[in-house]
């Protein structure tokens, strides 16, 4: 069964400090993967796309990795920000289908305190 | 920010009521989503569209239904609303040639079915 599993489900952090989220799927055949930011009560924003040969990709102070031997991607923080606030979405895409069917994780729920 | 609306943002209602959620995107994408979105739980497909008049159910079984008249108009309607119902919806778009094409989420609508 295909699947998303991120971890940890929430997490806590000062503002300033790093932090890194994980994200481990047994999705298969597999295309990409993509990490989403959702604000409360927004849609969900992508931040990161990576395909089976790229190890890693930055968007600002956001740097996703990618092991797609191990199946497992991590999406590291840098300085956090009070607007880093979010739930955090693993999103893997297969190739089983035109439509590029996508697997979504729950999410990581971050909160940056001041 | 992403050129895809969603009205209306909440809505309380009794059961039995009819409702149509309005989806509408000025980016001219031909492929668009509904997907139903649960606190702390993942988005799960409940209906897509490939362009006008092409409709399909999702991964999610939904006892709700969508027409797709206009490229830039795609809403999502429940004939009779319960309170199994009471969920967030988001609305979403993408490219239409490209499968790893980000999707752009439109803000969602919270419903409440009493």
């Known amino acids: 069964k295909n699947q998303v599993e991120q971890s940890p489900q929430s997490l806590i952090i000062l503002e300033g400090k790093n932090c890194t989220l994980q994200c481990n799927y047994t999705v298969s055949p597999f295309s990409n993967l993509r990490w989403y930011k959702q604000d409360t009560g927004r849609g969900p924003v992508s931040l990161t796309i990576?395909?089976?040969?790229?190890n890693t990709k930055s968007n600002g102070r956001y740097t996703a990795t990618l092991d797609a031997d191990t199946k497992q991607s991590s999406l590291h923080i840098t300085a956090s920000q009070l607007s880093d606030s979010a739930s955090y979405i693993c999103v893997v895409s297969d190739r089983g289908s035109t439509l590029g069917r996508l697997y979504f994780g729950r999410g990581t729920q971050l909160t940056v305190w001041p | 920010e992403a050129d895809i609306y969603q009205t209306p943002r909440y809505l309380v209602i009794g059961t039995g009521k009819k409702i149509t959620l309005e989806c509408s995107q000025t980016?001219?994408?031909?492929?668009m989503y509904w997907y139903q979105q649960d606190p702390g739980m993942e988005l799960h497909l409940i209906h897509y569209s490939y362009g006008v008049n092409s409709t399909e159910k999702g991964d999610l079984s939904s006892e709700s239904t969508v027409s797709r008249i206009r490229t830039e108009h795609f809403p999502l309607t429940l004939e009779s609303a319960r309170p199994s119902h009471t969920s967030q919806y988001l609305c979403?778009?993408?490219?239409?040639?490209?499968?790893?094409?980000?999707?752009?989420f439109g803000p969602g609508t919270r419903l409440l079915v009493l």
């Open positions: 990576m395909t089976f040969s790229e």
């Open positions: 980016m001219g994408h031909d492929k």
């Open positions: 979403a778009s993408s490219e239409p040639l490209d499968s790893s094409a980000a999707q752009y």
